[in-house]
């Protein structure tokens, strides 16, 4: 019996389908699917704006694991294995060749974990090759290697343990892996082989070998995953790191505009008190119904990529993604490169349909360009991971210094929604369309590629599965948004580090990251949404300082501290000289 019910796929750092496995693992049915400065800024924020709506599509870390539970196919007793991920090594003549990767059966022994304990043995053709009938030959031993055909899969270990077989490969009819399981009436089974299913493709490379007259032996295990691989410590650190770098720009910018204010007041010019938050300089304001109308573009955009997912449609994010990062990269590295080279970045050019660009953009802008390609070009490449983390951590830092929360109401509407949207997106969805949208979109089922682009990722380097450690950029940016709103916050208000609200924000979103990655490991692997544990712990934070500090309400509303005119008082002291030196006289 087969059965395609829904794999455990898990979101949040241990990719299933990125490099764990050779083929797609399909989860549905019966199944296990194999796996700018100057007058461009108003255009780069747009464009950077426009690639934050794709990045929500991931807003938790996608990930997996070796072992999958089956509800519709329960255990009974000599059926009752969990369902795991099979490494068969071979040899050729002796020599070591090609390592493919098939399934366990629910039935049978469990198969070692370890390669030093798993035995090299012969392998066989059957004979009749579908092994529905008893082989005509005794095997002594050996491993034997059939067909599929029209039988169960118990009968099928059941004739050839009777054969003498030690266990038993079955070639599947198609590139996918079926998880087997036994029929409801077999409740006295008694098989003591190993049964393991091998991708199409697989078992007939190892076929092929057997009829050219190749001597061919193999070796199955299934190794166990690390519980915590390197590549989750340093994909902590990177997301962390990119939500305090941005959050230190953003207030930077932020009180440089104001201190430029202060300046331009003192100096008796008419300056918009809420210039900062204007569109002149390409800041961006969100409000509360942005926040919420947020989400549910998100959401259409998510169903959107979901029924149009298809390489074509990865390939179109590819190039959003490279739009995005190239603005992200740009504007990064003109900030930086600006200190060392001023004159150039406040010498600008007038450009037809982008304005006035400094000359420093125009130096950086083609090395930017020529980086994305180069990714695109190349993105299936082992090492490709680290441009597309160049310029995701770009393109989050920008957006995070673009776009702004002006106080925490907002910023407790933006996370709120993102919280329900992801434990919807991730859990519930699957009572309506049969699996997690959010994990099929993430892992880029029905396409060629590893997965869509929006992910900061890291290959897992001690794991024997292979695969990538991911986290979304929704796990960053929308949380760094009020992380960098409490930097913000403090350093108008003239806090120090301890007293403020910075430090301990940006603790409990670490902490929220690190116990998602617990969860993780916790429950096998399986989908756990990152916002599910980073929003409780980011909000409850501000909200019980501010509450505790009854600053609450400032914060809530106003998003800033009281500040003091300086430029009122010094007009005000004229005339109430004026004043005094009048009356004087004649009280007198």
Not at 71 to 90: E, R, Y
Not at 146 to 161: D, P
Not at 361 to 366: D, K, M, N, R
Not at 431 to 443: D, P
Request: hydrophobic residues 45%; contains cysteine.
């Amino acid at each position: 019996m087969e059965n395609k019910v829904k794999g455990q796929p898990s979101l949040s750092v241990r990719p299933f389908s990125a490099a764990a496995v050779p083929f797609p693992i399909i989860v549905s049915g019966d199944s296990i699917s194999s796996c700018t400065r100057g007058g461009g800024r108003g255009m780069a924020a747009s464009a950077v704006l426009a690639v934050l709506l794709a990045s929500a599509l991931a807003g938790a870390a996608a990930g997996g694991d070796i072992v999958h539970q089956d509800d519709q196919a329960p255990k009974i007793p000599g059926c009752s294995n969990d369902f795991v991920l099979v490494k068969v090594q071979s040899w050729v003549d002796g020599k070591e060749k090609d390592e493919y990767v098939g399934v366990g059966a629910r039935f049978g022994p469990k198969i070692v974990s370890k390669e030093k304990y798993a035995n090299r043995t012969q392998l066989t053709l059957a004979d009749p090759i579908e092994c529905c009938s008893p082989p005509k030959e005794k095997v002594s031993g050996g491993l034997l290697l059939v067909k599929r055909g029209k039988c169960k899969f118990t009968k099928k270990a059941k004739l050839a343990e009777a054969a003498g077989a030690s266990g038993i490969l079955i070639i599947n009819h198609g590139t996918e892996l079926y998880k087997m399981v036994c029929e409801k009436n077999e409740t006295e089974l008694d098989i003591h082989i190993p049964a393991v299913l091998l991708p199409q493709d697989a078992g007939i490379a190892l076929h092929s070998l057997v009829t050219d007259g190749k001597s061919v032996s193999v070796q199955l295990y299934s190794p166990d995953r690390p519980a915590v691989d390197t590549a989750e410590v340093f994909l902590w650190l990177m997301a962390v790191g990119t939500v305090l770098c941005a959050s230190y720009w953003s207030a930077w910018s932020s009180r440089e505009a104001i201190n430029e204010q202060e300046k331009l007041l003192k100096d008796g010019h008419e300056v918009s008190l809420n210039a900062e938050g204007g569109g002149s300089n390409g800041i961006v304001d969100i409000n509360v119904i942005s926040a919420i109308m947020f989400v549910v573009i998100a959401s259409c955009f998510l169903i959107t990529l979901y029924k149009l997912m298809s390489t074509w449609f990865v390939e179109l994010l590819v190039v959003i993604f490279c739009i995005g990062g190239v603005e992200g990269l740009q504007t990064c590295l003109v900030a930086l490169l600006s200190r060392w080279f001023r004159p150039a970045a406040e010498s600008y050019l007038k450009v037809p349909f982008f304005g006035a660009i400094s000359y420093l953009t125009l130096a950086v802008s083609p090395f930017c360009v020529v980086f994305a390609v180069l990714w695109a070009v190349y993105r299936q490449y082992p090492y490709a991971w680290i441009g597309q983390d160049i310029l995701g951590i770009a393109l989050i830092v920008t957006v995070i210094q673009i776009v702004r929360v002006p106080n925490l109401k907002v910023g407790s509407v933006l996370l709120s929604c993102a919280f329900f949207y992801d434990i919807f997106w991730v859990f519930i969805s699957k009572r309506w369309f049969h699996e997690s949208v959010m994990i099929a979109v993430a892992r880029g089922d029905k396409t060629d590629e590893d997965g869509v682009p929006m992910l900061l990722k890291i290959p897992r380097m001690f794991d024997p599965w292979g695969g990538y450690s991911i986290v979304g950029f929704g796990d960053i940016l929308l949380p760094g948004l009020v992380v960098a709103f409490a930097l913000r916050y403090d350093w108008a208000a003239k806090k120090s580090l301890r007293s403020g609200y910075f430090l301990w924000s940006a603790l409990a979103y670490g902490t929220g990251l690190l116990i998602t990655y617990v969860a993780l490991n916790l429950m096998d692997g399986h989908g756990q949404p990152a916002l599910l544990y980073i929003v409780p712990f980011t909000l409850g934070t501000l909200i019980s300082l501010g509450w505790k500090r009854r600053e609450l309400r400032n914060l809530w509303f106003k998003g800033e501290p009281e500040r003091v005119c300086t430029h009122v008082h010094m007009m005000m002291q004229p005339h109430q000289a004026k004043d005094i030196s009048v009356s004087d006289p004649s009280s007198s």
